[in-house]
């Protein structure tokens, strides 16, 4: 957010920051989320605990109320001497045995007592204070919420003010298409490399792979754009996959550039070697960097909407010696 804040102005920026503050939002949301979850379920698992300890206790209870009601009744004396009593030594050492197990065993209830009434003291202080953090995480996630619906609202209302603005719609058209120019001057500054591919890959035209599941919803040459009804160069193809959907590498190359970029948000772009490179756009995340190597099929990165102005989709570019070039003549028959 404070990277894209940085940038110069421009409506095409103005509609990343409000989806990435839209993203923020939404994962601070599921943030929460999660940790009202697990404290919910930290709350059950104290309170069984509690009703068990309770359970145990009451039982301890019953037990000690019951001895001392009997040392009471029969006092030191008369029970010592109704235990131990008796002339033959046997009887007097099983007395002797029997006292001392009674003794023993009534200090270990005893003990445990005292200690699990400290501990139960001690859990119910503790699911006191996560049950006030539990409304304090409903406050937070309610807060996160209605962030969202205002995030919405902003980015619906600046998306409808260009499609209705004329003005404004021909700015955002503007910028597309400065947008367009910047991609084709990054794509010139790529020259081959040392460690380009060795393999040419003119010999597999027709055959490499595709980048993504999903329906050629625009393909390469001039198309009517979605957002404003106008006619557009389209350089490339425009594939309807899946938000989320994993982004393949078509061949193998090096990756010359992964990072955001005005009007395509986040973009990969490989060098193939033989003046080849093949870009991928609009991608919720990257899983590569520059100068990694790839190889045909890898995972790039993931789809999404970053810089689009429709929605989910992966818009994909293959360039030959810094000139758009048909997809459609590279890819393999589907």
Do not use: C
Not at 201 to 211: A, E, T
Not at 229 to 253: L, M, N, R
Not at 284 to 293: F, I, K, M, Y
């Amino acid at each position: 957010m404070r990277a894209l804040h940085a940038r110069e102005a421009g409506l095409l920026n103005d509609l990343e920051r409000l989806r990435t503050e839209l993203e923020l939002r939404q994962a601070e949301t599921e943030s929460v989320a999660l940790q009202v979850e697990a404290v919910e379920e930290a709350i059950a698992e104290r309170s069984a605990g509690l009703t068990q300890l309770e359970s145990e206790q009451e039982q301890r209870r019953h037990y000690l109320a019951f001895r001392l009601r009997e040392i009471y009744k029969q006092g030191q004396q008369q029970t010592l001497r109704r235990v131990v009593g008796g002339e033959e030594l046997d009887t007097y050492l099983e007395g002797l045995r029997y006292a001392a197990f009674l003794s023993e065993r009534d200090s270990r209830v005893l003990a445990a007592y005292r200690a699990d009434s400290e501990r139960l003291t001690q859990e119910r202080v503790d699911l006191e204070r996560r049950q006030v953090e539990l409304r304090g995480l409903g406050d937070d996630l309610e807060r996160s919420r209605r962030a969202i619906d205002q995030a919405r609202r902003r980015r619906s209302r600046l998306l409808a003010e260009v499609r209705e603005d004329t003005e404004k719609r021909q700015a955002a058209l503007s910028e597309l298409e400065s947008a367009a120019v910047e991609l084709g001057q990054l794509a010139e500054s790529f020259l081959p490399g040392a460690d380009a591919p060795q393999m040419d890959v003119h010999k597999f035209r027709g055959l490499l792979d595709w980048p993504s599941e999903g329906e050629i919803t625009a393909g390469f040459g001039t198309v009517v754009h979605p957002r404003f009804k106008t006619e557009v160069p389209h350089p490339g193809i425009d594939i309807d996959a899946a938000s989320g959907a994993d982004i393949f590498g078509v061949f193998d190359g090096r990756v010359v550039f992964a990072s955001w970029m005005r009007g395509y948000g986040l973009t990969v772009i490989v060098d193939h070697g033989s003046s080849l490179l093949s870009i991928y756009a609009h991608a919720s995340a990257l899983l590569v960097e520059p100068g990694e190597q790839v190889v045909q099929g890898q995972r790039l990165g993931k789809v999404g909407e970053t810089g689009s102005l429709r929605g989910p989709f992966l818009y994909f570019e293959l360039r030959e010696n810094g000139s758009p070039v048909d997809p459609a003549d590279w890819l393999r028959p589907r």
